[in-house]
């Protein structure tokens, strides 16, 4: 085998190494009828990515969306298996996808996360019981217990 084909061989492989695998992709804030929300920015927006098929000290990563509402996992976070793709911001609906990753592949997320009208949000009195614990912090009006 010449030197030159050996180069050809070799040289997709170190390619393909030198790659790892990313989830990456966009947050868009989006009105009831799915439209982009005038004046607002998704910046800000949490997108956490949960390993289900790892062990729990190497399950989860997050990236903060930037002003473009572009996302990537911080470098080398991303290891194979199924992870759930969790994009939330205050004020919006969280929204949840299912990805698969490879070794050496990554996947593009597109979320439109729609905008909780004020109507429809909770509101949180101070309470003594265990009442709504478990809520979206988007869906939320925090008011001081009265006295």
Do not use: W
Not at 98 to 103: A, D, H, L, R
């Amino acid at each position: 085998m010449t030197a030159r084909a050996l180069v050809v061989l070799i040289t997709p492989l170190l390619l393909v190494s030198g790659c790892a695998a990313t989830i990456h992709g966009t947050v868009q804030l989006v009105d009831s009828r799915q439209q982009p929300v005038p004046n607002e920015n998704p910046k800000g927006a949490v997108v956490n990515m949960i390993n289900t098929t790892a062990a729990v000290d190497q399950a989860s990563s997050s990236a903060t969306v930037d002003e473009k509402g572009e996302f990537e996992s911080p470098k080398g976070s991303i290891k194979p298996g199924i992870y759930k793709v969790e994009a939330s911001r205050i004020g919006y609906e969280t929204q949840t996808e299912t990805v698969e990753i490879g070794s050496f592949f990554g996947k593009k997320v597109e979320f439109k996360l729609p905008k909780i009208q004020e109507a429809k949000r909770k509101s949180i009195k101070g309470s003594a019981t265990d009442e709504d614990k478990i809520i979206n912090p988007g869906e939320v009006n925090i008011q001081p217990p009265a006295m």
